[in-house]
């Protein structure tokens, strides 16, 4: 009975967060929330916007952070370019529901509030992993991967 238990909250922890992940070697959210991803993926239509919240503790204090976003697609990496403002973290940093950009406080939680416009060039695709990464001077500083479900 124990075993079943423990396994039945081991299964039900890690499934919290099964559409996103850590990239290898990067700093990564501590959670990541959306209003269209549950389980194992996100949903999103052509044309709809993408948000989430992703709650980061950087190590360093960071004067600017660029925002890359890739689609992976059959193993190939597509670019999602990005819009003033949503082009720079540092326009989407939260701490208390107060805009407090950069430079980020060194280990102290804020919130990136993720927001994505999927227009019609995005590739419609199933459980594609789309990487998103805060870049400084080019060299990624923060990263997540979310499964998502981009549908016409």
């Not at 990005?82 to 980020?104: H, M």
């Not at 870049?135 to 981009?150: K, Y």
Request: charged share 10%; aromatic share 6%; proline share 7%.
């Amino acid at each position: 009975m124990f075993k079943l238990v423990a396994l039945t909250v081991l299964l039900a922890i890690s499934g919290t967060h099964a559409f996103w992940s850590a990239c290898p070697g990067i700093l990564a959210p501590t959670s990541v929330t959306s209003d269209v991803c549950s389980g194992s993926s996100c949903n999103v239509q052509l044309g709809q916007d993408f948000s989430g919240v992703a709650t980061v503790s950087f190590a360093r204090a960071h004067s600017a952070l660029a925002i890359r976003i890739t689609i992976y697609v059959g193993g190939v990496g597509i670019d999602i370019p990005q819009d003033p403002p949503n082009d720079n973290i540092c326009n989407s940093l939260f701490r208390d529901g107060v805009l407090t950009g950069c430079p980020t406080v060194p280990n102290v939680p804020a919130e990136w509030r993720i927001n994505l416009t999927v227009t019609s060039n995005t590739p419609t695709v199933n459980n594609a992993r789309v990487r998103f990464e805060g870049l400084e001077n080019g060299v990624p500083e923060v990263c997540v991967d979310v499964i998502a479900n981009i549908v016409p």
